[in-house]
């Protein structure tokens, strides 16, 4: 099983190697693989030279974007490419690149989505979540997306991006929609 971290980045030059600092050492604790995804909105900062010099470090897969196209297009970009390196055991995650998501909460939610739900959402702002399972709805809107590589995005608070899902989510026989 890998992570396979995907990250939108637009001029992240200050938040992106903390970032990049938390998600290696909590994935060498947890001795997890793992690779990158990262789309470079554009970026007219010092963000692209840090993530070649991250490069020697980490195994990243860097798609760019020769202007800023929004946060949309490169959430989209980066689940596309995650879909089709991934496996059918990998876990795809999605966070913020400003270092505003912990990376330390990856290791729980890979745990949920290796005990078996498919999708897990992370929010800074709801103290007391709980877990529930996620409607097999979602799981095959999800699971359509990944077999079609077309992820529709819509507006809202940024920490919806910090999630996970399995891989093969999607691929039961599930309630059509």
């Known amino acids: 099983m890998k992570i396979i971290l995907t990250l939108p980045v637009y001029n992240e030059e200050k938040g ?8 290696s050492t909590t994935m060498t604790q947890g001795h997890f ?11 007219t900062d010092g963000t692209s030279g840090l993530i070649r010099a991250w490069s020697s470090k980490l195994s990243i897969e860097l ?14 970009d980066a689940l596309r490419r995650a879909s089709e390196m991934a496996r059918p055991e990998d876990i795809i995650v999605t966070m913020d690149a400003d270092n505003t998501h912990n990376p330390a909460s990856i290791p729980d939610m890979s745990s949920l989505i290796e005990s078996g739900i498919d999708i897990v ?5 709801r103290p007391g979540s709980q877990v529930v399972r996620s409607p097999d709805s979602l799981c ?5 997306a990944r077999e079609r590589k077309e992820f529709c995005l819509h507006g809202g608070d940024s920490a919806e991006a910090f999630s996970a899902a399995s891989e093969d989510c ?5 309630p059509a929609l």
């Open 121 to 125: 959402i992370a929010s800074r702002y």
């Open 170 to 174: 999607g691929n039961s026989d599930g």
């Open 16 to 23: 992106l190697g903390p970032l990049l600092e938390a998600f």
């Open 140 to 144: 095959l809107l999800w699971g359509r």
């Open 33 to 43: 693989q793992t690779q990158l995804v990262i789309v470079d909105d554009g970026s």
């Open 63 to 76: 798609v760019g974007h020769p202007e800023n196209r929004g946060l949309g297009e490169s959430i989209r």
